[in-house]
């Protein structure tokens, strides 16, 4: 991939504000690559495959209709969320390449934790043993992409109780805190930055 991105560390970010930022920026005429790392605020999203039957019980988490590809799923503090808006038209990389991409991006992440992980065929994502660590979601507009990866860091995970994740009944998840104790938003922001400037150096 060519021409380094513009890497934006933002927070805590209200959800909906963050979506139609992106929203925005992909539809402007004037447009630079830029890759967005925060968090959100505890909300279900969906995506447009997304099965609204799949949201069990939200309570008063917000429930929000996206276009990004992909089932529910569910971000809240302590969730590293990295948006992508990248004219992947000129880097001449298809959707299923940059997938590919990420997928080994998250995996070099955890790795920096002696995480061991893997991928299921035709299930975005990654995983380690059975349950779920990380998950992607992308749309495509005008050649340049937005939406991203989510990956569990050090969260609350019960909500994850309250949806079938990913559009799976029964689906557990996991995250990095239970493999490292000692982790930090911070510390795997600086990992995710690292990997990222290798990935598009």
Not at 13 to 41: C, G, N, P
Not at 115 to 139: C, T
Request: aromatic share 8%; with cysteine.
């Amino acid at each position: 991939m060519t021409a380094t991105p513009k890497f934006i560390q933002l927070g805590n970010q209200a959800y909906a504000d963050t979506y139609e930022k992106m929203r925005s920026l992909v539809q402007a005429d004037s447009f630079d690559d830029e890759i967005w790392l925060l968090e959100h605020d505890a909300v279900f999203t969906l995506g447009t495959a997304a099965d609204p039957s799949h949201v069990l019980n939200p309570g008063n988490i917000p429930i929000v209709q996206t276009d990004r590809g992909g089932e529910v799923t569910f971000h809240g503090p302590g969730q590293l969320v990295i948006y992508f808006l990248l004219d992947i038209k000129t880097k001449k990389i298809g959707p299923k390449a940059l997938v590919a991409n990420l997928q080994n991006l998250i995996q070099n992440i955890l790795q920096h934790y002696s995480i061991e992980s893997s991928f299921v065929e035709g299930a975005p994502g990654v995983y380690v043993g059975e349950k779920k660590i990380a998950s992607i979601g992308l749309r495509i507009s005008k050649g340049r992409t937005y939406h991203g990866i989510s990956l569990n860091v050090d969260m609350d995970l019960e909500p994850f109780s309250r949806i079938n994740p990913c559009g799976y009944e029964g689906l557990e998840v996991t995250q990095i805190s239970h493999f490292d104790s000692n982790v930090t938003m911070e510390g795997v922001e600086s990992v995710a930055t690292e990997e990222l400037k290798k990935l598009f150096k």
